[in-house]
C-alpha cells in the first residue's frame, strides 16, 4: 500500500486530554497532523454509534481519551466510556475492522508530553494498517 | 424448594387439560387474568390474550407451534406500573428470558406476575405456522383418538369439536413423541428454536414439564420459586415424588442437540459476516423497514434515533455522499443501523428469533444477531434473561477492569 496520511477522530474529554492536546500545542511538542479532534464534555457521552459512524465513513481510526481513573469531572464517565469501549471492541472486529483501529487512553491535563506520544505512535500504527476504504467505497 | 405435581390429561388431550388448569386458577381466584396464548375465532391466528372469563379459555393453545410475537412485550405493557392484583403469565422460555431483561431495564415488573413457563419444543415462523395451522386436517395423524370429531369448517372455538388449529398443536406434539420430527409439509420449526438451548423456562414460579413425559397421559407441575409452591397449594394440586430422571435425560438430550446446531450456526454466521465486504451482502435485502427492530423484545428505546430527524438528512446531504463514493445505495444507513442495534441490544439478545420472523425479506437477522450477542455476552460474562439479580453489563462499571481496552493502563 502506497504512503497515505491517515485520518485519525478522537473523541476527547474536555477535563482532561483536550487540555493536554492544547498543552503539547503550546510546548511546542512535534506530532504528526493525522487527528481530528472532537471535544466532548465527558467521554461518558460518546455514543458507540459516533464511533461506528466515524468507521464507516472512512476514519482510518477512533481515539477515545479521557481522564485517569478516579479523575472524572462527571466522577465515572470515563469508566462507562471503558465499558462501551469494550463492547465496540467484541463487535466491530467481527465484521473485519482491525482492533487496533479502535484505541483507548487515560490522557490527564498535565500529560502534553503523553498526548504527542499516543498520537505519534497511533499515526504509525495506523500507518501500517494501511487505509480504510470505506470513505470513498459505497456502505450499505 | 421445587416440587412436582401433575396434570392428569383426558382423552389424550393435554391442551384441553391444560386449559382446565389454567380455569381453575381464575375459578378459585388466585389470579386476576391469564396472559396466555389464545387461538382467535379467526384465521387460526394464535395470539397473547388476557383472559379473566374461565369460559373463554376454551380457546387458550399454551401449546401451539407458533410464536406470532414475544409476548414478553406484552406483559410490560401490563406491568409497567407494579399490579395491585395477581396475574398469571402462561410463557415460553425465551419470553420469560426477555421479561427478565426488561424488568431489569425497569420496563416491567414481575410483583404480582405469576410466571407460568411451558417447555418449548420450538414453533414455526408466522408464514409456515398460518399454512400448517390452515391445512390442519389434511395432515396424517399417527394416531387419532376416535372421540375426537372430525375437524370442519370455521375454527371457531365454539364451534364444538377440535378446531383446526387445536388439530395440529396435537398433531405436532404427537409426532414429536413418535419420533417422527417436526417437519411439516416441507416446513421446520425456526432456525432461532433449532438453536435454542433453553427449551426449559429459567426463572419461571410454575414450570409445565413436557419433555420426559407422555402429555398425551400427564403434563408434569413443577414449582420452582416459593410463590409457585403456594399456588400450586392453593389449586390443591397432589404432589408426588416421582423421579424425574427421565426428564433430566430428555431434556440433556435436546439441549445437547440445540448446542450442536447453534454452535455450527455460529461457525457458519461468523465466515458469512467476516469482512464489511461479506457483511453488506449479508444484509443485502435490507431495506430499513426496522420490522428487526420492532418485534425485538429486549430493544429498549422508547424511541429509536433511527426514526428521529438526526436520520432526516439534508436533501443536500445525500447528494455530497454520493459525488464522494460515486453512488450512494438508498435508504441510506443500513449497516450503520444494524451495528448500532448490535450495540444496544446484543447484552441482552435472547435469541427467542423474532427479528427473523418478522423480517419481510428474508435476511437471516437472528443468526447474526446471536453470533454477535453470543460474543458480547461472554465477554461481559453475562447471560441474558438467566437471573434478576444480575445487572445488565452496560448499567454497571468497576474501578478496575478490562485493562486491556486501555492497553493495560487502568
Known amino acids: 500500500m502506497a504512503d497515505y496520511e491517515p485520518a485519525i477522530i478522537a473523541f476527547v474529554c474536555n477535563w482532561c486530554t483536550y487540555t493536554a ?8 511538542l512535534v506530532q504528526p497532523p493525522n487527528v481530528r479532534m472532537i471535544r466532548m464534555m465527558c467521554t461518558g457521552m460518546v455514543d458507540p454509534k459516533y464511533i461506528i459512524k466515524a468507521l464507516l465513513e472512512g476514519a482510518d481510526a477512533v481515539l477515545v481519551s479521557g481522564c ?10 470515563n469508566l462507562k466510556a471503558r465499558r ?25 491535563a498535565s500529560e502534553g508530553i503523553d498526548f504527542a506520544e499516543t498520537v505519534r505512535q497511533m499515526t504509525a500504527e495506523v500507518k501500517a494498517l494501511g487505509q480504510n476504504d470505506l470513505r470513498t467505497r459505497m456502505v450499505l | 424448594m421445587s416440587k412436582t405435581g401433575k396434570i392428569t390429561v383426558k382423552d389424550r388431550d393435554p391442551v384441553s387439560s391444560l386449559q382446565d388448569f389454567l380455569k381453575l386458577l381464575l375459578e378459585k381466584g388466585t389470579v386476576e387474568a391469564v396472559l396466555v396464548q389464545q387461538r382467535l375465532p379467526v384465521n387460526n391466528a394464535v395470539m397473547p390474550a388476557l383472559v379473566t372469563d374461565p369460559e373463554k379459555l376454551g380457546g387458550a393453545d399454551p401449546l401451539a407451534p407458533a410464536f406470532p410475537l414475544n409476548a414478553a412485550r406484552m406483559l410490560s405493557r401490563l406491568t409497567r406500573k407494579p399490579l395491585d392484583t395477581p396475574i398469571a403469565a402462561v410463557m415460553r422460555p425465551c419470553e420469560i428470558r426477555a421479561f427478565v431483561e426488561l424488568v431489569k431495564l425497569k420496563q416491567g415488573s414481575a410483583g404480582n406476575v405469576i410466571l407460568i413457563g411451558v417447555d418449548c419444543l420450538g414453533a414455526y415462523g408466522n408464514t409456515d405456522y398460518a399454512r400448517i395451522a390452515a391445512s390442519s386436517p389434511a395432515v396424517p395423524c399417527s ?10 369448517g370455521s375454527g371457531h372455538v365454539d364451534s364444538g369439536g377440535t378446531p383446526p388449529g387445536v388439530e395440529s398443536t396435537l398433531t405436532f406434539h404427537r409426532n414429536i413423541l413418535s419420533g417422527k420430527g417436526t417437519v411439516v409439509d416441507g416446513a421446520d420449526i425456526s432456525p432461532a428454536c ?15 414439564g413436557l419433555l420426559g413425559t407422555n402429555i398425551e397421559e400427564s403434563l408434569l407441575l413443577i414449582s420452582n420459586t416459593e410463590k409457585g409452591g403456594v399456588v400450586l397449594g392453593e389449586l390443591g394440586i397432589k404432589e408426588d415424588d416421582e423421579p424425574l430422571d427421565s426428564r433430566q435425560r430428555a431434556v440433556e438430550a435436546l439441549v445437547s442437540e440445540r448446542l450442536a446446531y ?25 431495506v430499513n423497514c426496522y420490522n428487526c427492530r420492532v418485534a425485538c423484545p429486549v430493544c429498549y428505546c422508547r424511541e429509536c434515533v433511527f ?12 447528494l455530497r455522499w454520493a459525488k464522494r463514493k460515486g453512488a450512494l445505495k438508498m435508504p441510506t444507513d443500513t449497516v450503520f443501523y444494524h451495528l448500532t442495534r448490535m450495540a444496544h441490544m446484543s447484552a441482552a439478545c435472547i435469541g427467542c428469533g423474532q427479528c427473523s420472523n418478522a423480517c419481510p425479506n428474508g435476511v437471516p437477522v437472528m443468526e447474526l444477531f446471536r453470533t454477535v450477542a453470543h460474543g458480547v455476552q461472554r465477554a461481559f460474562g453475562y447471560s441474558a434473561g438467566a437471573s434478576f439479580d444480575e445487572a445488565p453489563p452496560l448499567s454497571v462499571f468497576h474501578e478496575k477492569e478490562f485493562s486491556e481496552v486501555t492497553g493495560g493502563h487502568d
Open chain 1, 21 to 28: 492536546a492544547d498543552l503539547a500545542g503550546t510546548s511546542r
Open chain 1, 68 to 77: 485517569h481513573p478516579g479523575d472524572c469531572h462527571y466522577i465515572n464517565g
Open chain 1, 84 to 108: 462501551r469501549m469494550k463492547l465496540l471492541k467484541e463487535i466491530l472486529p467481527k465484521f473485519g475492522f482491525d482492533e487496533r483501529r479502535l484505541k483507548m487512553t487515560w490522557i490527564g
Open chain 2, 143 to 152: 394416531n387419532p383418538p376416535e372421540n375426537r370429531p372430525a375437524a370442519e
Open chain 2, 194 to 208: 433449532k438453536s435454542c438451548e433453553h427449551p426449559v423456562a429459567l426463572n419461571a414460579d410454575i414450570t409445565i
Open chain 2, 262 to 286: 447453534r454452535d455450527r450456526m455460529f461457525e457458519r454466521t461468523s465466515a458469512a459476516v467476516s469482512d464489511i465486504e461479506k457483511l453488506m451482502s449479508y444484509l443485502g435485502n435490507c
Open chain 2, 307 to 318: 426514526t428521529t430527524d438526526v436520520f432526516d438528512h439534508e436533501p443536500a446531504q445525500y
